[in-house]
């Protein structure tokens, strides 16, 4: 069954560094997402990505935060000066639909230092 | 402020018990999803529902969207210890791609 695919699956990091996040969303989806949960807390979305352009994004996804589909199997993140509060679970979703069944990826774990 | 707000936060039943799970907003969504999370997994969809009064049956678990688009159930009838974990809801808003979930409600079913 395809499935969505997340590296690395534990990313430890200084503050001030950047970040990139990887996904290989599932083949024929259209649709890409990126979430975060802070440990304890609710899902949250960051991003939507279609057709090679951002679709939406919420008010977490700052400046710091950019999003790239480099090819035509991976779909990054990238945090470029990550921040002791930028630690959390990070999952990517994609859907072949615009989101009516996101699958999501196992997820990243990133801790900031 | 919550979008969605998620009741109750924590059930713990006997193995065999019916439960209730809500998800209720001021807000109309164009479409709510239901989902169960694992302690360090992904989300895992179980159902989308898109029309209003819509009712969908998975096995044991029945979902429904309210009239209006602004609230969700989720029962599970005879519930068993292998349905222990987190339900999640969560809604599009219009058709713009954005997706707000529910903080959740952790279900413990005891054998």
């Known amino acids: 069954e395809p499935e969505v695919t997340q590296t690395p699956s534990h990313q430890v990091t200084q503050m001030g560094q950047e970040v990139i996040l990887r996904c290989v969303p599932i083949s024929n989806h259209l649709y890409f997402y990126w979430y975060r949960q802070i440990l304890g807390q609710k899902v949250e979305f960051l991003v939507s990505f279609y057709n090679n352009e951002i679709s939406e994004k919420s008010e977490i996804f700052d400046d710091q935060f950019s999003v790239e589909r480099p090819d035509g199997s991976n779909f990054t993140l990238k945090i470029r000066s990550t921040k002791l509060e930028d630690s959390a679970m990070y999952f990517c979703?994609?859907?072949?639909?615009?989101?009516?069944?996101?699958?999501f990826g196992p997820g990243t774990r990133l801790t900031v230092l | 402020t919550q979008l969605l707000e998620q009741s109750p936060q924590f059930l713990s039943i006997q193995e065999g018990e019916n439960l209730t799970v809500y998800c209720n907003s001021s807000s109309v969504f164009s479409s709510l999803q239901w989902y169960r999370q694992e302690p360090g997994e992904g989300p895992v969809l179980l159902v989308t529902v898109v029309t209003g009064g819509e009712v969908k049956k998975l096995k044991r678990l029945t979902f429904q969207f309210g009239d209006a688009r602004k609230d969700s159930s989720l029962h599970i009838t005879a519930a068993q210890p292998g349905d222990t974990g987190l339900y999640l809801c969560?809604?599009?808003?219009?058709?713009?791609?954005?997706?707000?979930f529910g903080s959740g409600t952790k279900l413990n079913v005891k054998p």
């Open positions: 979703a994609s859907s072949a639909l615009g989101g009516n069944e996101q699958f």
């Open positions: 969560a809604g599009e808003l219009g058709n713009f791609n954005k997706f707000y």
